[in-house]
């Protein structure tokens, strides 16, 4: 019996692919959100079904780290009393000379190692990190990071990013991350539309799948109602993947600066002292540790204890990245690095010869806008609330890609089946539904695509590239039949 209707689900009859139904705008609109639905899910789909894949694996990074990396990130035996920043540095200097001193970060946790970072010039961009034990000053390891990443979440982050492709690899993630929201909205139009109108009254139609339906209508339930309870993740997903996207990211940039949302930048010159620049003639040197030039000499590792004893009276608590100062004009700087949610991201700079702040900047002073992206960037990356975050980031990459398997599963049971008229996968929805728009709904939604394609670069150029490829079919198809008249 289920053979049977299978069967005929199958053999439906479709569409033909080059008119649209015609009808009151609405429809019109029904139609059109359906073939750029069913379009962007095929040809973009196959980017988020990696993008979703390489994030699943960067969500479980902090496990991952601690897997490969343990015997260094970890103390052997947590104990009662931390040694001074000096003693620590001395033991990581005595292992590892080379370099100089970047900075050194204090331990998040109890039974977490002090890290020491140098900036070597052989490693480029990149630093040695060297971990330390905080109650016996006993150096643990060392490892090659960037940015205070591991090796492996390096690697991890690059796969999700680029797929170890470099800036052009970017190209993929800012495509899926650009498509992502359209493909959503569309599908939730499309869904409740479709469920409200054919399966029932209440909600129950809406939020969950007809266990009773075969075939296609089967795949499409579980398709639609899975996408529609991870809708709010995807949109977030989508929208704080382009923050820092390539071309999406610098429009994001470009908003921040006209409605100065950036966050608040630390003051390090020293009250009175000349710019290194005015007093050497020069540009002031590029950050230390990070592909700037490298001091010459070690900073007083006591210097340390002193900056950091001045950051605790300030009001600084927990781990803190306390790094030189860049030359005789600039102050230390000492900055809260807790990522977890309530986040904590104060910064002082600190003048250690009189022991004193000389300015300060505060979480609390970020401009809305500025919250908003690093908090979502953190929730992103599934720091922001502990393991509850990279369950939820878990359950979305996965929910995305039974979403994506479901959508190319329903174009393979559309295919006609009919001994006289048989297709390896279903048709596209009918062209042409445009034509049926009233004229301000088309007006107003060119100017919405135009607005999109300056915000979203990427998303504009491959919708347009869309329309191309898709009037040339069209233009290939109606030319056709003259051809074989001729």
Do not use: C
Request: zero cysteines.
């Amino acid at each position: 019996m289920s053979s049977t209707i299978i069967d005929q689900e199958r053999q439906r009859p479709v569409a033909p692919p080059t008119e649209a139904p015609a009808g009151r705008s609405r429809q019109a609109v029904r139609a059109l959100l359906l073939r750029l639905h069913f379009y962007a899910g095929v040809f973009v789909a196959p980017f988020l079904l990696v993008a979703a894949l390489t994030g699943l694996i960067y969500t479980f990074v902090p496990q991952l780290d601690q897997a490969v990396y343990g015997d260094r990130l970890r103390v052997e035996q947590v104990g009662d009393q931390v040694r001074p920043l000096s003693e620590q540095i001395a033991a990581a200097r005595a292992a590892h000379p080379e370099g100089t001193l970047a900075s050194v970060t204090t331990p998040a946790k109890p039974e977490d190692t002090t890290r020491v970072v140098l900036s070597v010039p052989e490693l480029g961009d990149k630093q040695r990190t060297v971990f330390v034990d905080p109650y016996t000053a006993k150096v643990r390891g060392d490892l090659t990071t960037s940015w205070g990443a591991t090796p492996l979440k390096t690697w991890l982050g690059d796969l999700h990013k680029n797929l170890q492709l470099g800036e052009n690899g970017r190209l993929y993630s800012e495509v899926a991350a650009s498509w992502l929201w359209v493909i959503v909205a569309g599908g939730l139009v499309l869904w409740i539309g479709r469920a409200r109108g054919k399966r029932a009254r209440s909600a129950r139609g809406v939020l969950l799948p007809d266990r009773t339906a075969r075939g296609v209508r089967r795949t499409r339930g579980f398709h639609a109602v899975t996408g529609l309870w991870l809708a709010l993740g995807l949109f977030f997903l989508s929208a704080t993947g382009l923050t820092w996207s390539h071309y999406s990211g610098d429009r994001f940039g470009q908003l921040l600066d006209a409605a100065k949302g950036h966050a608040p930048e630390l003051d390090t010159q020293l009250p009175g002292a000349r710019p290194a620049a005015v007093q050497e003639g020069g540009e002031h040197a590029g950050h230390l540790g990070h592909g700037g030039a490298a001091k010459s000499a070690d900073p007083d590792p006591a210097a340390f204890d002193a900056a950091l004893a001045t950051a605790r009276e300030s009001g600084l608590g927990g781990t803190v990245q306390v790094t030189p100062a860049a030359d005789a004009s600039s102050a230390w700087v000492v900055a809260q690095k807790d990522d977890v949610w309530p986040v904590h991201y104060d910064q002082v700079a600190v003048d250690t010869a009189k022991g004193e702040v000389t300015a300060h900047t505060r979480w609390a002073d970020y401009p809305l806008l500025a919250k908003f992206s690093k908090l979502g960037v953190q929730a992103h990356m599934g720091v922001l609330f502990g393991v509850a975050n990279q369950i939820v980031l878990a359950i979305v990459a996965l929910g995305l890609i039974l979403v994506i398997i479901w959508g190319y599963r329903m174009w393979w049971q559309r295919r006609p089946t009919r001994t006289d008229r048989t297709a390896r996968l279903g048709r596209a929805p009918a062209r042409g539904a445009w034509r049926g728009l009233p004229l301000p709904v088309l007006l107003v939604g060119v100017a919405a695509l135009a607005a999109l394609g300056w915000a979203l670069p990427v998303l504009g150029v491959t919708l347009l590239a869309f329309l191309v490829v898709d009037a040339a079919v069209g233009l290939v198809r109606r030319t056709r039949p003259a051809e074989r008249n001729a």
